[in-house]
């Protein structure tokens, strides 16, 4: 057994990386293997015997915790815990000298402190924080003898202290922290400074994320100490967490003032200077921020150095609406620039930046003018390098702060620049569309190039591809539904229909904004429902229903994709859908004499009517929607002209005759709706479609049909002539309708003898269809009944047919005759006697057949 049992451990150790896929199949293996060792008796077991039982415990145990699973590896560090007691008893009756008892005492404590770090691990991931510190105490007590183990719980105890910060548990990872740190100055020849520095930090880092200002001397005292340890190569990173220390910390600013002058000493580099002066502007101390931005300038001579602080603090005083002082300074700027050229490309492009963001700013809050002058200064910058090919966006970025400010003059001359250098640009189309519509040019409308760009956009879009110049055209299509909704909700009048309405088709493909998607689809709705309506029938009023049918497919599109969204949107879209939904309903009557059409409106209709609160009067035009596709499908179906294309109409019916069913069970719970025929045109809808495609479930769903208890006649006749309609036959299913149907009208009060004599009439029929000679002796059985039934009738009741009677008495006699050439005289008989009753209920017909029927019936 141990030998099997080893061989399966190694076999499982050394397939680890092969039993990956399965997550814990290692851990099962070697857990196996240990527990088949156990069965051998450690008792009588070797001290090697042991010494592999307690590897192989302890690793078991290490592949359960890397699974997750700590309960499973808690048993076996206990095992292997347990089994080291049993070693050192039995290295202890076999030592004899006291520097064997020294080996043996230490190979003990190696294994004790070992499983103890792995029970410490094992405890920290079932978040029992107090067994794990004790593992981890009895640990470092033993370090003292086990000095070489210095360094490995010195990086336990960190990781231990990571893990748990991500667990927002911030005191037990100040423990692990501090823990790691005071065991690693244990040993500094093992453990380097940057290490200790490192965890110094993190705990800085986990006392300053407690937010608690009782950890603020403690954060100062940690990361002080980290920035001591590696004094000679100082880690921007510690100064930087200094920095954040004293700041959440409400230090003074004059305390704080004198701890970032002391960077300065440190030989940081510039970025690191800048970077921390825009940390103290960004949390409001703006005092130190400034003062410290001073000695930096004074301290960094290089001319290079100098004007990247300039800049610097052009940015930082534009971020607090300095906008005077900064003037000034750009103003300097630009005279040396003109005259002495001291700003590398670089640095140009820097202060372009800065000047385009304050611009930008201004132009969000619609300060048009500040906006401009901003620019302004850039194009001076320009002046001496027109090469730039920013220039031409510059110029853009002007035209559309001269059209916010209706200065059309001024956006064109800046347009008009813009086209000499860079024609076929988006954006330079975008701005030129704009004034061509904004001046009412009807020659410029969504034409040329603009609106290949737009094609261009769609596919695009299409193919799943980004790019940067798509937000301008989303920008030129929301400008366009701006428009037109101006227009189009006090009839447009101003001939800009076609230009509107082509812009938002491409906003209703390309927009990401679901609103913005529906409130374009609306107005292409309006406009086309305007020109449809005065068009007479024609090919092109189809096309224009068809666009209709197209924008409330994308609407319906558009409130699946975005179902799920934010509550309080949940109003605007219940609107939304509703005005869709009624527009499909009403296209849908408008579609009487186009049953395709009309039936594509209804189910959009009712997938639109899907995304509003449900109420008796909504599931009664979900009801209909559904009722009326079912059976414009039903009546394609049987117009069809392939077995394939019948098929996918019938199946199509049948899944819309299911829907309306639920529809309908629902409705039935509202109020009372006894005089509504739905339920019965369901039925017979889903009886069609079933005994047409030969649906394997038609009998079981007749077993519930039959079972009905309310069910009509006028259903019942209905679903014996479908059983034998083409391409279905089915007269075992019409034989069954017909017989239930006799039953009712017997039933009734008075008897119904015509109806009751036509039911006769087509059931015998339906049970000698193959003539007589060939009826069964079963279906003679049943004839000789229904007869014998029809004649207790006749007997009973006045009215029945004459020519029905004569019908019978022939079908009696024809069998007789049939029973008569078989030599089945006595049956002959009987049939020549049944006949000859009938012939006693005959009128002005006796004469022509009562010798005829007398002779048989003497002969037989």
């Known amino acids: 057994i141990e030998e099997i049992a080893v061989n399966l451990w190694n076999w499982a150790v050394t397939r680890r990386m092969e039993l990956s896929e399965s997550e814990n199949l290692t851990a099962k293996l070697c857990h196996v293997a240990c527990q088949l060792v156990r069965m051998y008796g450690t008792s009588l077991s070797s001290e090697q015997a042991i010494q592999r039982q307690i590897l192989m415990t302890t690793k078991t145990g290490k592949e359960w915790l890397d699974t997750g699973d700590a309960p499973m590896a808690d048993e076996c560090f206990q095992a292997a815990m347990a089994d080291l007691e049993k070693l050192y008893a039995k290295l202890i009756q076999t030592c004899y000298t006291e520097a064997n008892l020294t080996m043996y005492k230490f190979i003990i404590e190696k294994g004790v402190f070992h499983v103890l770090s792995l029970q410490a691990q094992s405890a920290v991931a079932q978040g029992d924080f107090q067994k794990a510190s004790m593992c981890v105490l009895r640990c470092k007590d033993m370090l003292m003898r086990l000095p070489e183990m210095t360094e490995y719980l010195h990086v336990l105890c960190y990781n231990l202290g990571i893990e748990t910060s991500k667990q927002n548990k911030y005191k037990e990872s100040s423990f692990w922290l501090s823990q790691s740190y005071d065991i690693g100055k244990m040993d500094k020849d093992s453990v380097q400074p940057e290490m200790l520095a490192k965890a110094l930090r993190l705990l800085a880092t986990v006392y300053l994320d407690c937010d608690d200002e009782e950890y603020f001397s403690k954060a100062i005292i940690a990361i002080l100490l980290a920035n001591k340890y590696i004094k000679k190569h100082l880690d921007p990173a510690g100064l930087f967490l200094k920095m ?32 921390i002066t825009k940390f103290l502007i960004d949390n409001k101390r703006d005092f130190v921020g400034f003062c410290f931005l001073r000695s930096i300038s004074d301290h960094f001579k290089l001319a290079e150095d100098s004007r990247k602080v300039m800049l610097f603090s052009i940015e930082m005083l534009l971020q607090k609406d300095q906008d005077l002082i900064v003037e000034e300074k750009i103003k300097e700027i630009l005279i040396d620039y003109q005259t002495r050229s001291l700003l590398t490309r670089d640095l140009v492009k820097w202060l372009h930046n800065i000047l385009w963001e304050k611009a930008a700013r201004s132009f969000k ?41 209706k200065q059309l003059d001024k956006a064109k001359e800046a347009v008009t620049e813009v086209e000499k250098h860079d024609p076929t640009n988006i954006f330079t189309q975008f701005y030129a569309f704009k004034i061509a519509v904004m001046e009412d040019n009807s020659d410029r409308e969504m034409g040329g190039e603009l609106g290949e760009i737009f094609l261009t956009f769609v596919y695009m879009k299409r193919q799943g591809r980004e790019s940067p110049l798509m937000k301008t055209g989303c920008q030129t299509l929301q400008f366009a539904l701006e428009l037109y909704e101006k227009q189009v909700v006090y009839e447009v009048e101003n001939g800009q229909q076609f230009v509107a309405g082509k812009a938002l088709e491409y906003l209703s493909q390309l927009s990401e904004d679901p609103s913005e998607v529906l409130r374009a689809l609306k107005c292409l709705v309006r406009i086309t429902l305007s020109q449809a309506s005065c068009m007479p029938e024609s090919e092109n009023k189809k096309k224009e229903m068809d666009k209709l049918l197209t924008y409330l497919n994308t609407a319906f599109f558009k409130f699946s994709q975005h179902s799920d969204e934010d509550p309080s949107t949940l109003d605007s879209r219940v609107n939304d859908a509703n005005w869709f939904r009624k527009i499909a309903w009403n296209l849908a ?20 009517s899907l995304f509003c609160p449900s109420d008796q009067g909504l599931l009664i035009a979900q009801k209909t929607c559904l009722l009326v596709a079912a059976a414009v499908d039903l009546e394609q179906g049987r117009k069809a002209t392939t077995v394939y294309e019948q098929t996918r109409l019938l199946r199509m019916s049948l899944e819309q005759t299911r829907k309306c069913k639920i529809v309908w069970n629902l409705l039935k719970q509202t109020g009372d709706f006894s005089g509504d025929d739905c339920e019965a045109m369901l039925l017979l809808y889903e009886f069609e479609v079933k005994t047409k495609i030969n649906d394997p479930s038609l009998y079981s769903f007749l077993e519930s049909v039959w079972e009905m208890p309310g069910i009509e006649s006028r259903t019942l006749e209905t679903m014996a002539l479908l059983a034998m309609d083409k391409p279905a036959h089915y007269p075992t299913i019409a034989q069954n309708a017909l017989r239930k149907l006799l039953v009712i009208h017997k039933n009734k009060e008075p008897v119904d003898v015509l109806k ?48 029905e009677i004569l019908w019978l008495m022939i079908k009696s006699w024809n069998i007789g005759i049939l029973m008569y050439s078989r030599k089945k005289y006595v049956c002959a008989k009987r049939w020549a006697g049944l006949a000859l009753d009938f012939l006693g209920h005959l009128g002005s017909l006796k004469i022509n057949y009562e010798d005829k029927i007398t002779e048989f019936y003497i002969i037989s």
Not at 369 to 389: F, I, M, R, T
Not at 790 to 799: F, K, V
Request: with cysteine; aromatic share 10%; glycine share 4%.
């Open 244 to 275: 954040r220390i004293l700041i959440k910390g409400k230090t003074c600013n004059g305390e704080l003032l004198e701890a970032v002058k002391e960077i300065l000493h440190l030989a940081m580099p510039l970025e690191f200077c800048l970077s």
């Open 365 to 405: 809050v619609q300060n048009y003018n500040d906006a401009l002058g901003w620019y302004s200064y850039s194009l001076k910058l320009y002046e001496c390098d027109q090469e730039d090919l920013h220039w031409v966006k510059l110029k853009r970025n002007m035209a559309s702060c001269y059209l916010n400010l």
């Open 589 to 608: 009557l408008q579609s009487e004499k186009d049953p395709k059409t009309m039936k594509n409106f209804f189910m959009i209709s009712y997938k639109l």
């Open 756 to 803: 009751y004599s036509g039911c006769m009439h087509n059931l015998i029929d339906l049970l000698m269809s193959d003539g007589v000679s060939s009826t069964i002796l079963y279906s003679l059985k049943e004839i000789w009944g229904l007869l014998k039934s029809a004649l207790s009738l006749i007997s009973q009741t006045e009215g029945y047919p004459e020519e």
